[in-house]
């Protein structure tokens, strides 16, 4: 009876010295925890949250859907860009459209040196894969 070969860990495979130590996670230090930018950050969430809703009951209007529709179909992106800044002021909205449907993102307005805290991202279908959004 024969065997298949072993290609499990071998000593001579190892890639570090027979003298290399790492401290268990559990004898590490780590610096206090502070939860503060992650509670600021989901303050600021909750307004993006808003805006989100605010997005989406603005395209659930059927009106302003068509000429977001047919801008994007005529690929007028400005026109689908502004349409989409239309919607609020309070927030950056970016928007990406394909003939199945719609990418937007929303940022809250960052002042000074200040980074985002965050961002929500929304994605809708308008169209079956594959076809032209009709």
Request: proline share 8%.
């Amino acid at each position: 009876m024969s065997y298949p070969p072993y290609y499990g860990w071998h000593p001579s495979a190892s890639p570090y010295p027979y003298y290399y130590y790492e401290a268990p996670p559990w004898i590490r230090e780590y610096p206090q925890v502070k939860t503060d930018i992650l509670n600021q950050s989901i303050q600021n969430y909750y307004k993006l949250m808003e805006e989100g809703y605010r997005v989406l009951g603005k395209l659930s209007e059927h009106s302003f859907a068509v000429q977001v529709m047919t801008a994007a179909q005529a690929g007028n992106k400005q026109e689908v860009d502004r349409l989409m800044k239309s919607i609020s002021s309070d927030s950056v909205i970016r928007s990406e459209y394909s003939p199945d449907g719609i990418g937007i993102s929303i940022d809250p307005k960052v002042e000074g040196n200040e980074t985002a805290c965050c961002k929500l991202a929304i994605f809708l279908r308008w169209g079956k894969p594959g076809t032209t959004g009709r």
